[in-house]
């Protein structure tokens, strides 16, 4: 009989780190719904794919295009950060770049959100976790995905070609600690962008 009385100890402090859900599955459903609530704010248009057979969590209308978006969410602190993962649940396989654009990661503690282009996460090596750190880090240099901040205008329609140039500007100024402004908050403007 110890054996399901220390099961459900574990799970009891599992799910303590939920914070008012019942579930992680309940804490992301919520998460999703900010994220939506959130890109309506912004004027984006947004869908829900039915069911939980999809890749992505979210649909923006992005121009003629549907941007399909991964919505994620952490709330583990780290000395250095928040750590959030950017996987499937461990009987899937990884993410590809055919099923998803964006991945959108709420630090809710700091309610701040994270739009990164799937390609930055999934193209190379991939990388299947992020340190986020949503305040001016000591070491910006470590912090190379900061520009992502905040960055919803990444989601504008014809954003693609302005939006690489000026994120390769943002990450080698942030990795080289000289742009003060990019560190503190990112973000990009319509006129950025060129839409």
């Not at 399901?4 to 998460?31: D, H, I, S, Y």
């Not at 070491?139 to 390769?168: D, F, I, Q, T």
């Amino acid at each position: 009989m110890a054996a399901p009385f220390l099961l459900g100890e574990k799970k009891e402090r599992v799910m303590a780190k939920c914070k008012g859900f019942r579930t992680f599955k309940e804490r992301g459903e919520w998460v999703e719904l900010q994220f939506m609530a959130g890109a309506v704010r912004k004027g984006f248009k947004v869908s829900k794919p039915w069911g939980d057979s999809s890749a992505y969590d979210v649909g923006i209308e992005s121009g003629e295009r549907i941007l399909r978006v991964q919505v994620k969410s952490t709330d583990c602190r780290t000395q250095y950060g928040y750590l959030c993962q950017f996987k499937p649940n461990a009987r899937s396989k990884p993410y590809t770049l055919k099923q998803i654009d964006f991945f959108a990661a709420y630090v809710i503690p700091e309610d701040v959100w994270y739009v990164i282009p799937a390609k930055v996460l999934l193209g190379g090596e991939g990388k299947l976790a992020l340190t986020l750190l949503p305040e001016n880090p000591k070491h910006p240099e470590r912090y190379a995905h900061e520009c992502y901040r905040e960055a919803w205008g990444l989601l504008l329609p014809g954003a693609s070609v302005a939006r690489e140039k000026l994120l390769r500007q943002r990450s080698s100024s942030i990795r080289a600690g000289s742009d003060t402004e990019a560190r503190r908050k990112p973000k990009l403007k319509r006129e950025e962008l060129g839409s």
